[in-house]
């Protein structure tokens, strides 16, 4: 922005907004490539300030400990905690509900009510079998944000959610990894990522996930 005598105010309060915005949705979707956990609460603090938000953020962070799904050692930990692993993608979902909650989460697609609705009622039934990636984008179409990237040799979380930002996302955590016998080291221990758990709020961290048999195999292995 220039003024009356020629000189650059530098950019106006909305285009750091925004830009601080775009950065923050890159972070979640893709957290490997932005520094992680760290970087995704950075981008938020950012956020949060250039939005006149700082205290609701403040009050996310002090409701995210009193339900246990932060631990000494941020979101990472609950995961960890939860089942022994702790991909990006899985702990980017927490913070982009925060996000969805503040009006700072930019969707690729928005479910109806009736397909939120009927997502939530056949949740826990359609986890009592082992699934995989395809099954779920199949079954509930593609997500309305995906975090981890494409590369099926990877873990990664699927969120579906409405626009009304009081509606939790719902997400589904799946996990692939690379084998680690010398003989198929290039090659992923699945085809493709298997579903551990769906995820659906809850009053207490833990409260709020289903777990695939694969998953609860995952849990007693840990």
């Not at 000189?7 to 490539?33: F, I, K, S």
């Not at 932060?70 to 980017?92: C, I, K, N, P, Y």
């Not at 709020?201 to 195999?217: C, I, N, R, V």
Request: proline share 4%; net charge negative.
């Amino acid at each position: 922005m220039t003024d009356t005598t020629g000189h650059n105010d530098g950019r106006t309060a909305q285009e750091v907004r925004e830009y601080l915005l775009t950065h923050l949705n890159d972070a979640l979707r893709r957290p490997g490539m932005y520094g992680g956990e760290t970087a995704l609460r950075l981008y938020l603090d950012a956020v949060a300030f250039a939005a006149d938000a700082d205290q609701e953020w403040q009050e996310e962070l002090k409701d995210l400990q009193t339900r246990r799904g932060s631990s000494s050692t941020g979101v990472r930990g609950a995961f960890q905690d939860l089942w022994g692993d702790a991909h990006e993608g899985a702990v980017a979902s927490v913070y982009a509900e925060i996000a969805h909650r503040q009006g700072w989460l930019q969707l690729d697609r928005t479910l109806t009510s009736a397909e939120y609705d009927e997502l939530r009622r056949i949740s826990e039934s359609w986890c009592r079998e082992d699934r995989l990636l395809s099954d779920v984008v199949t079954r509930f179409g593609p997500p309305s944000i995906l975090f981890g990237g494409n590369n099926p040799n990877y873990p990664k979380t699927l969120a579906y959610a409405t626009d009304r930002r009081d509606d939790t996302l719902l997400c589904f955590h799946l996990w692939n990894s690379f084998a680690t016998s010398p003989s198929s080291s290039s090659a992923s221990v699945h085809a493709e990522p298997v579903l551990w758990a769906f995820r659906d709020g809850g009053t207490l961290f833990t409260d709020g996930f289903t777990f695939t048999p694969e998953g609860s195999a995952r849990r007693r292995a840990s």
